[in-house]
């Protein structure tokens, strides 16, 4: 059973389920080097994330194609909501 995930990032969301990728996939699919790719993770021009600093990290599907694109994931256009 797969682990529900929202388009980006570890937020929980029934009923959505988005394919995840691992630094070293995003590497071979952006054909780049795994040092740019983490690189890129660390400064946020690629959004992942990490259950833990140092841990590996995952790149929801969304993120990787924005990404791909040139553009910005949709989660960082829209506007963000303040909390009360």
Do not use: F
């Not at 983490?38 to 995952?58: A, C, F, K, M, T």
Request: hydrophobic residues 35%.
């Amino acid at each position: 059973m797969g682990v529900l995930r929202t388009l980006c990032g570890p937020r929980y969301l029934v009923g959505v389920i988005t394919k995840q990728y691992t630094s070293i996939e995003v590497a071979e699919i952006a054909r780049q080097h795994i040092v740019t790719v983490r690189l890129r993770l660390e400064n946020g021009e690629l959004h992942g994330s990490q259950r833990r600093p140092g841990g590996r990290w995952l790149i929801a599907e969304g993120c990787l194609d924005a990404y791909l694109r040139g553009e910005q994931c949709e989660h960082r256009t829209a506007p963000r909501l303040r909390s009360l």
